[in-house]
């Protein structure tokens, strides 16, 4: 048995996101730390690697989420899910400080979550 089926759908479908954005954030930001004395072209490589992951995640992710929710409201959960993943990897991992932004920024998305969903 898959270990994700021991899941409802919605479950299983913001666990492969959230997990999906970890790889997603490290592709995108990772390499400023990481890589930050290689050429961009080394950067990019090493991004893409690690962007495959994120889309062995993200694509069932879409699928399996697709059967309950419709595509705005999948979209709205990445990006919910991306702010929640990218704060604390810039603070934790890349040491750049709290910023308040984050905050609006997050009422802004509860906001988007609200009208997406107040139809379901």
């Given at each position: 048995m898959n270990f994700f089926?021991?899941?409802p759908v919605p479950a299983q479908t913001v666990?492969?996101?959230?997990?999906?954005?970890?790889?997603m954030t490290f592709a995108?930001?990772?390499h400023l730390k990481s890589?930050?004395?290689s050429p961009w072209h080394v950067a990019a490589l090493a991004s893409w690697g690690i962007a495959l992951f994120e889309y062995l995640l993200?694509?069932?992710?879409?699928?399996?989420?697709?059967?309950v929710f419709n595509?705005?409201?999948?979209?709205?959960m990445q990006e919910v899910i991306t702010?929640?993943?990218f704060v604390p990897?810039?603070?934790?991992y890349l040491g750049e400080p709290f910023r308040w932004d984050y905050v609006w920024a997050g009422l802004c998305m509860a906001a988007a979550v609200f009208f997406m969903f107040r139809g379901a």
């Open positions: 089926h021991a899941f666990l492969l996101l959230v997990l999906s954005n970890v790889f995108w930001y990772g890589l930050a004395s993200q694509v069932p992710a879409n699928r399996i989420g697709h059967t595509v705005g409201q999948l979209k709205i702010l929640s993943v990897f810039s603070m934790f």
